[in-house]
Structure formats: structure tokens, C-alpha cells
């Protein structure tokens, strides 16, 4: 199977959004409201990064990685739907709460609906299990390929216990660590448990070390921000140049890791040492297993 860096260039994009519309007690972006001049803004830039990949020659694949909640703006579903449609684009993923509307995925043709892929969180909280998974199944009935997961809080176990029974076993169901979490935090039954529902949740709560590793991120993967901003990935603030001006041949090298650790699963599933370039292969990006024989020869 073809690991994800076979297929070109990876962009992980971040603009200027950083308003939701979910008011979750461990994230600092809860309920944040963006001014119409920040979601003007955002707006030009992501257009600005839309023609940019359209003008490529190159294989692309993109994950949109925004602050807030991208898809209840419809200049975020109108860019997927783009993206999706470019030949050379072979994956556009996003991050999402899935609060926002879904009909845009049933306008697409078939070939693009398969290059969308969805890496969907639930919070408790701030929707119920039922209307999430009742999400999950328009998804699935749309032939929309997505990843779920959930903050591995302790009052989040039911939720985690019903997602699993009723989300299709092909789903990966992955679990973040709680950033606050004490040592401790999780007793030992617990993480076997746990440990069952997602078997790489030890890389989310107990980073192996990473500095020194090979890793993709300024080889084959880049991170971006809505002026063009070029890092290797988001948790290296080294600035490598600008999309908009630089050529990326003078800029994609081979770099190992700077940090101690590194526990986000966006920046440790570029580590060449870990096994999920290999294991979701073009589904990288929005943690997407192949599901089929078809799929797995593909990549």
C-alpha cells in the first residue's frame, strides 16, 4: 500500500477563522465570535489558497486545521467542494464538531465526495449522542468517509461506550488526551479499556520522544496560515518562507524533529519512526483507515 507521502505535497492550513459555536470548558476557543472585517478576511484568504493548489501541477492533499468551527461557513464548504473536484487534489480533509449543514456533500460527484475526508469530534455537552451519530449516518449514506473521536475525559466514558456500540466498526473511534490531566488521572483498568477502544490513544497521553526522529513535516508535508506563512508544522514556529512567493523546491527538505515530544496527532502521524503514514495510507491526514482490498492497493 502506498503511504501518504508517496502522493505528493501535504497542506496543513490555518487561517485566519477562529470563532465556534460550542462552548467546551477545555478549549480556549469556545464560543469565540469573529468580527465580519476577521471573517472577510478569512474569506480572501482561503480563496487565495484555493486558486493557489488549483494552479499547481504537483499531487496535493489538504487538511484544514482551523481555530474554530469551519464547516458552518460556506466559503470553507464551497473550497472543499473545489479542492475536491482538482484532479491532482487527492485528499481534502478538515477538523469539525459536524454541526455544520451537510447538503454540499450530496451535490458532489462521486470521485469527489471520495477525496473528502471528515475528522469529526464529539463534545458531549454541546450535542446530544443521538444527533451526533444520526450526523454520522448522513455521512454514511452520502458515502462520506470519516474518523471519529473524543477527549478521554472521565466524565466522557458513556459517551465513548455508546459511540463505539453504534458507530460502524470500520469507524476508527480515537481518543485525545486530557491536556490537564494529573498523574494518575486514568486508573489502570481503565486504560485497558481505553487502550481497546483506541489502541494509538498511548501516543495522545504518553508522547514517545521525538527529538531527533525523521519526520515528513518540511519534507513532503507544510504547514500555512492565511498570509501564506510556510512552517514545517504547526508546533514549529521556525518560519520557512511563503507559499505565495518562495519556491517549494528551495524549501521541502528532509528535517528531523526540534521538540522533546510532540502529542498531537497532526504532528506525530508525519513522524516516519510511527506507523500511520503506512497504516491509513492517503486517508493520513483525517485518520481514515482503508476499508477495502481496493483501497489498501491504492493507498
Request: one cysteine or more; hydrophobic letters at 40%; proline letters at 5%.
Amino acid at each position: 500500500m502506498l503511504s501518504a507521502h508517496d502522493s505528493g505535497l501535504s497542506l496543513l492550513y490555518r487561517g485566519t477563522l477562529s470563532s465556534c459555536n460550542y462552548a467546551c470548558s477545555y478549549c480556549p476557543f469556545a464560543k469565540k465570535q469573529d468580527s465580519r472585517a476577521q471573517l472577510a478576511r478569512d474569506r480572501r484568504e482561503l480563496t487565495r489558497f484555493t486558486s493557489w493548489v488549483a494552479n499547481q501541477r504537483r499531487a496535493v492533499s489538504v487538511l484544514f486545521t482551523p481555530w474554530g468551527e469551519a464547516l458552518v461557513r460556506r466559503h470553507y464548504r464551497t473550497a472543499m467542494q473545489a479542492l475536491a473536484a482538482l484532479p491532482h487534489v487527492h485528499q481534502v480533509a478538515l477538523q469539525t464538531n459536524l454541526s455544520g449543514p451537510l447538503d454540499w456533500l450530496g451535490e458532489m460527484d462521486r470521485t469527489s465526495r471520495a477525496k473528502i475526508g471528515l475528522w469529526c469530534t464529539f463534545h458531549p455537552g454541546q450535542t446530544t449522542s443521538a444527533r451526533f451519530l444520526a450526523r454520522c449516518a448522513q455521512l454514511d449514506a452520502k458515502g462520506v468517509r470519516y474518523s471519529v473521536g473524543v477527549v478521554a475525559l472521565h466524565e466522557h466514558y458513556k459517551a465513548i461506550r455508546a459511540l463505539r456500540l453504534a458507530l460502524p466498526a470500520h469507524i476508527y473511534l480515537w481518543l485525545n488526551a486530557y491536556d490537564r490531566r494529573g498523574p494518575g488521572y486514568h486508573t489502570a483498568d481503565e486504560l485497558i479499556w481505553l487502550d481497546g477502544v483506541d489502541p494509538w490513544f498511548v501516543h495522545s497521553r504518553r508522547p514517545a520522544p521525538s527529538r531527533g526522529k525523521a519526520c515528513l513535516a518540511g519534507e513532503t508535508a507544510l504547514s500555512v496560515d492565511g498570509d501564506g506563512t510556510l512552517t514545517r508544522c504547526h508546533f514549529v514556529p521556525e518560519r520557512l518562507g511563503n507559499l505565495y512567493e518562495d519556491d517549494l523546491a528551495d524549501l521541502l527538505q528532509e528535517r528531523s524533529c526540534p521538540r522533546f515530544k510532540c502529542d498531537c496527532y497532526i504532528g506525530y502521524a508525519q513522524r516516519k519512526d510511527l506507523p500511520f503514514q503506512t497504516m491509513f495510507g492517503l486517508g493520513v491526514l483525517a485518520r481514515i483507515a482503508p476499508t477495502t482490498e481496493t483501497e489498501k492497493e491504492a493507498g
